[in-house]
T-cell receptor, first 113, second 116 residues
Framework: QQQVKQSPQSLIVQKGGISIINCAYE??????FPWYQQFPGKGPALLIA?????SEKKEGRFTISFNKSAKQFSLHIMDSQPGDSATYFC????????????FGKGTKLSVIP | NAGVMQNPRHLVRRRGQEARLRCSPM?????VYWYRQLPEEGLKFMVY????????ESGMPKERFSAEFPKEGPSILRIQQVVRGDSAAYFC??????????????FGPGTRLTVL
């Protein structure tokens, strides 16, 4: 049973536009929600993370929005650039467990000039 | 400050051989996680270790796979008698510890295992 559902599978955005990736989770014990960026042939890099006590977190051009009641969270990339073209993974973990990350299946983002 | 290191970066094995994947955590990190990534898929948790202890191996296949994190040296993920289905990218992540401010996981570059 997939516990973190991510959409869309792929996304094409014009340079300067806003990229939006959505995730939904099922396990109410999850209390930590990171986003990772992965370039081909590389390991995932931690981008930004949020905990359920806040509804939004912003770091530079990246913003996480979190809706606890709907069990959904999303990543917004403002002013998207060609260098942002990568695969993005949402994830979730629980302090009630061993903090292992449960990942979504990923969104391949292409930012075109 | 060196990040998480993994070697080898690429590993080719024939069916029935053994594969050994190594992971050195970031300096100051004592917790190691192993994940497997199949093509076009997200990462799947395999095992969580602290020095000399396996804490959670709920994602590890019951047979042929084992992991260790000795007191000295890197963590090792060992796959015995590899099969073609084991072909994947294996990533190691490390964290400082548990708790709300310590569980950020940082990933290594991965080992791409190909089984012929």
């Amino acid at each position: 049973q997939q516990q973190v559902k991510q959409s869309p599978q792929s996304l094409i955005v014009q340079k300067g536009g806003i990229s939006i990736i959505n995730c939904a989770y099922e396990n109410t014990a999850f209390d930590y929600f990171p986003w990772y960026q992965q370039f081909p042939g590389k390991g995932p890099a931690l981008l930004i993370a949020i905990r359920p006590d806040v509804s939004e977190k912003k770091e530079g051009r990246f913003t996480i929005s979190f809706n606890k009641s709907a069990k959904q969270f999303s990543l917004h990339i403002m002013d998207s650039q060609p260098g942002d073209s990568a695969t993005y993974f949402c994830a979730a973990s629980s302090g009630a467990g061993s903090y292992q990350l449960t990942f979504g299946k990923g969104t391949k983002l292409s930012v075109i000039p | 400050n060196a990040g998480v290191m993994q070697n080898p970066r690429h590993l080719v094995r024939r069916r029935g051989q053994e594969a050994r994947l190594r992971c050195s955590p970031m300096k100051g990190h004592s917790h190691v996680y192993w994940y497997r990534q199949l093509p076009e898929e997200g990462l799947k948790f395999m095992v969580y270790l602290q020095k000399e202890n396996i804490i959670d191996e709920s994602g590890m296949p019951k047979e042929r796979f084992s992991a260790e994190f000795p007191k000295e040296g890197p963590s090792i993920l060992r796959i015995q008698q590899v099969v073609r289905g084991d072909s994947a990218a294996y990533f190691c992540a490390s964290s400082r510890g548990q708790g709300i401010t310590y569980n950020e996981q940082f990933f290594g570059p991965g080992t791409r295992l190909t089984v012929l």
